[in-house]
């Protein structure tokens, strides 16, 4: 089973640390809240990460942050763009997702902010 192979264990375990640090991390410091990058992991990992994302359902900020790192560590820095609904919050909260990634976000919500890569 794919499930089963050390790079997809491997990409799991990172994807659950990071999404539990940056949880915590965000109550402290708050958009300026960065992931670091996942060191030695084969891009075979990708399975794992996502998976692990799944299963831990975090939200939008949190999830785009560490996808946000993954995605930094493969090569392919993106930034994370923090969107409010046309009609502001009235109708649903704001929403967070890695640029590029997500085309429905990217025309449903108005750009508010975005968070770069971190550097190295």
């Known amino acids: 089973m ?7 264990l491997a ?10 640090l940056v949880r915590r991390r965000l109550k402290n410091d708050g958009v300026g809240t960065r992931v670091a990058p996942p060191r ?5 990992a990708g399975p794992g ?15 785009a942050l560490v996808l946000q790192a993954w995605m930094a560590a493969r090569g392919n820095p993106r930034d994370v763009v923090i969107g409010v609904p046309p009609d502001g919050l009235k109708s649903e909260p704001a929403h967070a997702w890695v ?5 429905r976000s990217a025309g449903l919500y108005l750009e508010l902010h975005r968070l770069p890569p971190s550097p190295g």
């Open 2 to 8: 794919w499930r089963l192979r050390p790079a997809v």
């Open 11 to 20: 990409g799991a375990i990172w994807a659950t640390i990071a999404s539990v």
């Open 40 to 44: 030695h992991l084969s891009p075979k």
């Open 49 to 63: 990460v996502l998976g692990a994302l799944a299963r831990l359902k975090p939200t939008c900020l949190e999830r």
């Open 99 to 103: 640029d590029g990634t997500d085309a």
